[in-house]
Each structure stands twice: as C-alpha cells, then as structure tokens.
Nanobody
Framework: QVQLEESGGGLVQAGGSLRLSCAASVTVTYYDMGWFRQAPGKEREFVARTASMWSHFATSYADFVKGRFAISRDNAKNTVSLEMNSLKPEDTAVYYC????????????WGQGTQVTVSS
C-alpha cells in the first residue's frame, strides 16, 4: 500500500510563496507523482506532475500555474515538492499529493491533503 503524507500548507498573503512537500512510502522513481487541488464548491483539478524514470521525470503543469509553480522530486528521499510563488486568492484550496505506478491511467494513491489559504 502506497502512503503519501503532505506538509507545508498554511496561510499566506497574495503574492507570497509556499512550499508543499510529500513524503512517500515507496520508491518514487518508478511512480508518476503529482499534485491536485480542490477549492470549496469546486471539482478537484490537476496542478502539476513529474513522470517516472521511464518518462525521464518529465514535468507538466496546468495552465493556471505555469510560470508560478514548480514541481520537483528527490528520488533519494522519496519526496516530491511543489514550490508555489506569486500566490493568488484563487489558489486557495486543499492540495493533494498523488501517485500512480508508471503506465497506469489513473492516480491510484492520494494523500490526506494540506490546506493552502491565500488572503487578499
């Protein structure tokens, strides 16, 4: 069973920065890792991902975070991070770390989520 634990959420003013971290119970090298978020009253949405070693750790982002957020992984520590800059009130959401074994179509594993609140 894959376990994911997020940390780093909190309250920040608009324009500020936060760094989210996700610790995994597996060797993340073989997994696509990513972040989703869910704002109150809205559907969960994709934020960013970093592919497994089989896809050369390629990264991709939702259009609304391009240029502001950066995903990274530390394969030696089995962690994935999300650096969030130039935060906006509309970035307020619960952020979830996700994982799927390389080749899977769905993200099978989800963390409990961490709250990010951006004040205006």
């Amino acid at each position: 069973q894959v376990q994911l634990e997020e940390s780093g959420g909190g309250l920040v003013q608009a324009g500020g920065s936060l760094r989210l971290s996700c610790a995994a119970s597996v060797t993340v090298t073989y997994y696509d890792m990513g972040w989703f978020r869910q704002a109150p009253g809205k559907e969960r949405e994709f934020v960013a991902r970093t592919a497994s070693m089989w896809s050369h750790f390629a990264t991709s982002y939702a259009d609304f975070v391009k240029g502001r957020f950066a995903i990274s992984r530390d394969n030696a520590k089995n962690t994935v991070s999300l650096e969030m800059n130039s935060l906006k009130p509309e970035d307020t959401a619960v952020y979830y770390c996700v994982a799927r074994i390389s080749g899977a179509t769905e993200y099978e594993y989800w963390g409990q989520g961490t709250q990010v609140t951006v004040s205006s």
